[in-house]
């Protein structure tokens, strides 16, 4: 990045960067609660422009319910829905798509400034340019994610779910390994390819995949089968599955995956703190330390949403945890390049 203009401008480009990561965030917890509370089909148009309102009178509130009452969602599971439940759900995606709205544009306008201004490097520039693409890319796997749930189904796809929670997550990434060089004035490439640590980068990759795990036991609401932990009912493999019906559209087998994958996790985690003991590097330590506290939490979490059949507050503790655990990783890894 190129030295500012003025202190006003570096100050300015801070506040930019920092504040459009935290949004990012706040998007991603919102969408959770969303999807948590079944909120995500109470908007069943696009509305690019039309939405930025919510409704401000009855007629226009009966509007929006007399559309949402034509989707198989409200007639097969909603159809005692009064008007005042369906408010609570409709302002969750509202919160939702205003956010995501308030995003787009904040990140555009100043992105314009200063590249028009010329503050920019060209590596910089074409690494903002790709999370501005990442952000608009994000906001038409939403409106295809709510699509899928619109006519022939009573939720979305949990293929389009995974897919839009993934792009939020790299969204996140790039966006705090910015901020990380910002902030230690580095310039350390992360789409190369490095030979130190590379456990750690397999432990983020498998987090990432984990991340796909989470949102398909979300949508296909696995976590309401085989409420038991270690065990899934007396067995470690689910006794209503075969051979021949293994795949990522049986919540039980998907389930299966995402406690599995938990357990790697959790082996991957020591093994790393193995090398970084090993290799005595000090300066990984409080990561190491904070990560390995989210982990334990994250798993205990975890398994409390089995215990208490989803309880919000513990699924959505859970999903929170979730993204300090990937910023937690990706900050591990850079300061595991910072110096090498």
Known sequence: MNTFKSKFDEHLFKFWINL?????????????????TESGLSITEWELFKGILPPLSLNEWNEYFDKYKTIPQFQLLNS????????????????HRMLARFLGLFFLIFFIYFKVTK????TSSNYLSLIF????????????????????????????????????FII???????????????????????????????????????????????????GKIYQTWPTMNGYFFPD????????????????????????????LTFYVGYKIFI?????????????????????TFGILVLFTNVNIY?????????????LTSIRMYYYSLKDY
């Open 133 to 168: 693409l990442l952000i608009i890319v994000q906001g038409i796997i939403g409106w295809l994610m709510v699509k899928s749930g619109l006519n022939n189904s009573v939720t979305v796809s949990h293929y389009r779910l995974a897919l839009h929670l993934l792009s939020a």
């Open 314 to 326: 513990m699924a959505s503790t859970h999903q929170i945890l979730g993204i300090f655990l990937i």
């Open 80 to 95: 005692n829905m009064n008007l005042e439940e369906f408010k609570i759900i409709f302002l969750w995606e509202y919160a």
């Open 240 to 267: 209503d599955l075969s051979l021949n019906n293994i795949n990522l559209d049986q919540p039980s087998f998907v389930q299966f995956l995402h406690r599995t994958f938990a357990y790697l996790i959790m082996m």
């Open 172 to 222: 996140t990434t790039l966006i705090f390994w910015f901020i990380l060089n910002i902030n230690n004035k580095t310039n350390i490439n992360l789409f190369k390819s490095y030979s130190n640590h590379s456990e750690v980068r397999l432990l983020i990759l498998i987090l990432f995949i984990q991340i796909i795990l989470g949102a398909f036991v979300s949508g296909l609401d696995a």
């Open 119 to 122: 503050q920019l490097s060209r």
């Open 20 to 36: 459009s990561f935290l949004i990012v965030i706040s998007i991603i917890l919102i969408g959770g609660l969303t999807r948590l």
């Open 279 to 299: 290799k005595k590097k000090k300066k990984l330590y409080y990561n190491y330390f904070s990560f390995l506290f989210l982990i334990t939490a994250q798993v």
